[in-house]
């Protein structure tokens, strides 16, 4: 994930040698009338029985069919956690008997703290300080790993470097026991003095162990082990929100806020359906959370989606990034327009500007995105003294490397339901 600079890009680009490429894919108030929202079946979907408060941070499977209806309230809460104002959200997480904050991200796949005596680095190569949480003790309860590496690079040019090995994560009430995780003594990082690594939620064939001839070695993560122990059920929800609260991550169901329970569901794309792994071999052939949008509403008039461009659904980013055409005709509808910065390579606009009424279509349903979250503050766009006077940074970017990903800007306005047993996103309006 990203955001020691502008803005976040989970996304990572595998850096390795061998097997090793980006990953597949990459009134300015909107109006208080609901557009349109078309039903879609998702009586399957319950209630979860482990749900987890988000924190903003300044940041084969049972097929989940079984799931039927709505019942009770989650047993099992803790909070997402905010970050920097928004720019990321966080969870508590138990890591060999102890408590560790760590951004949640669909946008990557495996679980990395930072240990003691950690080095990390500025973006000009000097010498700085990541500012990490808590740091993890230097070795492995359950034992190293002594054949593999862990390395991995986003889009943000932020980077770790670490061993991997063994230990018993917990998420609120479940826990995965023996769960292969990485600890990091290399790191390009910011961690705003609050969090403490990352957790990736992405599919197994994204994880960044290697053998030590650099050839990938995928391994289940902390999700899918607990999808195959049948500790959950093959989903989980983000009902991530603006604001103080920060939302809710729920295991195995849907979450406990207030929403709007009418879904709209669209494919998760294959990336190689004839790949196979050895341990992840019922996802294998899937690689990020990646959609296919219909289209855009921007003041009243469509617009369709470009033709098989991918939609990367990526907690870890801040921004909606989309194809530079896209982008362009969005921010030039602000008022006064958003204009690209060529210094800071991303669209810049006055704090006081009017965004435009812009709604994603995906799986025939309209979502509209608050005008609030169109334009990131200052304060949050993490370089305030590299900004114009007076100016602020645009929600909408454009794509990192080739990367589209629906970030924050999106993600705040919907509950994200990830039905990895069905192989599809549901999504729902969420105001709050």
């Not at 503050?377 to 305030?384: D, E, F, K, V, Y």
């Amino acid at each position: 994930m990203l955001w020691s600079r502008l803005y976040l890009a989970a996304v990572p680009i595998i850096v390795h040698i061998t097997n090793a490429s980006p990953i597949p894919h990459e009134d300015g108030k909107i109006s208080n009338v609901p557009l349109p929202v078309e039903k879609v079946a998702t009586s399957h979907l319950l209630v979860a029985e482990n749900v987890l408060p988000l924190r903003r941070t300044g940041l084969t499977a049972k097929s989940s069919t079984v799931l039927q209806g709505a019942s009770d309230a989650s047993q099992n809460v803790t909070s997402i956690l905010p970050v920097h104002k928004g720019v990321g959200y966080a969870i508590k997480i138990s890591f060999g008997g102890k408590e560790f904050e760590v951004i949640i991200d669909t946008g990557s796949s495996d679980l990395w703290l930072p240990k003691r005596g950690v080095k990390c680095s500025g973006d000009d190569g000097t010498s700085t300080a990541c500012n990490f949480g808590p740091l993890a003790d230097p070795g492995f309860q359950d034992g190293g790993i002594a054949n593999e590496t862990f390395k991995i690079q986003f889009l943000d040019n932020t980077d770790t470097v670490g061993v991997l090995g063994y230990e018993d994560v917990g998420i609120g009430e479940i826990t995965v026991r023996h769960q292969k995780v990485a600890l990091v003594d290399q790191a390009h990082f910011d961690g705003f003095k609050v969090t403490s690594g990352l957790i990736g939620f992405g599919y197994p064939s994204h994880t960044s162990a290697y053998d030590l001839r650099g050839v990938r070695v995928p391994y289940n993560n902390w999700l899918f082990n607990a999808i195959d122990q049948k500790l959950i059920e093959p989903v989980f929800s983000l009902a991530i929100e603006r604001g103080t609260d920060g939302g809710q991550l729920a295991l195995g169901g849907l979450p406990t806020v207030p929403f709007d329970h009418t879904f709209a569901s669209t494919p998760i794309l294959k990336a190689n359906p004839s790949s196979a792994s050895h341990e992840a071999s019922n996802y294998s052939a899937y690689g990020d959370y990646s959609i296919i949008p219909d289209g855009f509403d921007l003041n009243g008039r469509w617009h369709a989606y470009p033709s098989l461009s991918e939609l990367v659904v990526d907690s870890g980013s801040t921004l909606m990034h989309i194809p530079r055409r896209e982008a362009s005709l969005i921010n030039d509808a602000f008022h006064p327009p958003a204009k690209w910065n060529e210094k800071l390579q991303a669209y810049v606009l006055r704090c006081n500007a009017k965004p435009p009424s812009l709604a994603m279509k995906i799986g025939g349903a309209l979502f509209p995105i608050k005008a609030e979250d169109m334009i990131l503050s200052r304060s949050a766009s993490l370089i305030p003294d590299m900004l114009p006077k007076g100016h602020c940074v645009s929600g909408i970017q454009e794509s990192v490397l080739g990367v589209s990903v629906l970030g924050g800007t999106f993600l705040k306005n919907v509950v994200a339901v990830f039905d990895i047993g069905q192989g599809q996103m549901h999504f729902a309006p969420h105001d709050y």
